[in-house]
Nanobody, 129 residues
Framework: QLQLVESGGGLVQPGGSLRLTCAAS????????IGWFRQAPGKEREGVSC????????DYADSVNGRFTISRDNKNNTVFLQMNNLRPEDTGVYYC??????????????????????WGKGTQVTVSS
């Protein structure tokens, strides 16, 4: 059973940056996609970004494209989310998630959270002045 542990959340001012880390208990190269979802209070969970551990193919939600960058370290089974130029609407709990096998696109996964197989417990990100 894959376990995912997020870290790096916190309070940041608008325009600031944070780097989230997801540590996996298994070899991430054996998974089709590792990604990040977020959920704000009173809102549905939404996909932020995901990456292929094999070739580094990355997908992003339109709302974060150009501001967030996802990357992976296969040697240490870790995935990162670098978040720049943060906005108050980026506030929420950020979850690391993984899908074991392929057959759907990364973009599809970002719009359909039920397609992911494993979830971490989340880390809080608050963007406020």
């Amino acid at each position: 059973q894959l376990q995912l542990v997020e870290s790096g959340g916190g309070l940041v001012q608008p325009g600031g940056s944070l780097r989230l880390t997801c540590a996996a208990s298994d070899f991430i190269r054996e998974y089709y996609r590792i990604g990040w979802f977020r959920q704000a209070p009173g809102k549905e969970r939404e996909g932020v970004s995901c990456i292929s551990p094999i070739d580094g193919t990355a997908d992003y939600a339109d709302s974060v494209n150009g501001r967030f960058t996802i990357s992976r370290d296969n040697k240490n089974n870790t995935v990162f989310l670098q978040m720049n130029n943060l906005r108050p609407e980026d506030t929420g709990v950020y979850y690391c998630t993984a899908r074991k096998v392929g057959s759907v696109s990364g973009k599809w996964l970002l719009k359909n959270s039920y397609g992911m197989d494993y979830w971490g417990k989340g880390t809080q990100v608050t963007v406020s002045s």
